[in-house]
């Protein structure tokens, strides 16, 4: 048994944005663990002028005195890594590159991947889009040992969290994160000291999730298609990217005939319309869209129309749309 409090674990932590800095806060801040270092992206130009900026992993790695290395997905880079920091264990937050297998197998406690969903079900990119997309009432956090396959490793363990009837991506998301923060250092102590048996998975049971599924050409309301609940799902899962949207296109004024809107926010409700499906109108003081189920309506709370500004339910009744 190892006393982690005398002798920490030497870690090398791969990350990138915000979930990323969060797991790093975590572990840096245990005494179990010291960080010897921290593999990012490199730097990015942003916004109109293109400036170049650094991931929020290495802004955190930078304020609290962490060394940075950028591999540029080079094998020789990983290959320099590894003599540099000489990790006991690899820790990896939505680092967004393809590892090397020989980088994986390197440390002595090998490298631990934290993905959110139960495995084996949806690998990949995007798994808390497309459960909430899928309607899924539960998912999870899958700590994993990382293999050359996608998602494909033996997994340490699992904890389960409700997907609530309102979760965003978002807020879902936040809530994962935090969790996993809280639970990971008493995890890989367990793994470390051999407390846990690492358990395989039935890949016969395996689903994939990409990027594609939640994309901007994906991210169009088709409101003569789709039922009115998978529209409700699929406006929560695009927050915040690549956010839901549909063309005005009948029964409107000239100010939003035409116009894309964008929506954030949205009740899905009881009540019989007879409108084409997609038509935007305004009821009881409502923001409402009709939908090909003749008894059910989606209510806009918020919303923004190209070329305006985000806007809510009440501005928009007491604004441009008082005439719909």
Not at 43 to 70: M, N, W, Y
Not at 72 to 80: D, L, N, V
Not at 117 to 137: H, M, T, W
Not at 147 to 153: K, L, T, V
Request: charged share 35%.
């Amino acid at each position: 048994m190892r006393d982690l409090i005398s002798k920490p674990v030497e870690i090398l932590f791969l990350g990138t944005d915000w979930e990323s800095v969060r797991t790093l806060e975590a572990l840096n801040g245990d005494s179990r663990f010291k960080i010897v270092g921290v593999i990012t992206t490199v730097d990015k130009p942003v916004g109109r002028k293109q400036i170049l900026t650094p991931s929020k992993v290495k802004e955190f790695a930078q304020d609290h005195c962490i060394e940075v290395f950028h591999t540029e997905k080079r094998e020789e880079r990983y290959k320099e890594a590894l003599k540099k920091f000489k990790p006991e264990l690899i820790v990896c937050k939505a680092f967004g590159e393809i590892v090397p297998e020989f980088f994986l197998e390197y440390p002595k406690y090998k490298a631990i991947n934290v993905h959110f969903s139960i495995l084996p079900k949806y690998r990949g990119a995007v798994p808390i889009q497309k459960a909430i997309l899928d309607g899924e009432k539960e998912t999870g956090i899958s700590i994993m040992l990382m293999s050359a396959g996608m998602d494909e490793g033996d997994v340490l363990k699992i904890f389960k969290e409700a997907i609530h009837d309102t979760d965003t991506n978002l807020s879902l998301r936040k809530r994962l994160v935090d969790k996993s923060a809280d639970i990971l250092g008493d995890v890989l102590e367990d793994w470390i000291n051999g407390k846990i048996s690492p358990t395989k998975q039935d890949c016969s049971k395996a689903t994939y999730c990409w990027q594609k599924d939640i994309s901007k050409e994906n991210a169009e309301i088709k409101w003569e298609e789709m039922e009115p609940k998978y529209i409700d799902r699929m406006i929560r899962a695009m927050i915040p990217w690549p956010v839901a949207w549909f063309t005005v296109k009948n029964n409107s004024q000239e100010s939003v005939f035409g116009k894309k809107i964008q929506i954030f926010e949205v009740e899905l409700l009881d009540m019989e319309s007879k409108l084409e499906p997609g038509t935007l109108f305004i009821k009881e003081e409502m923001v409402l869209v009709s939908t090909k189920d003749t008894k059910k309506v989606i209510r806009l709370l918020r919303f923004q129309i190209e070329g305006k500004k985000e806007s809510n339910e009440k501005e928009f009744v007491n604004g441009i749309g008082r005439n719909l």
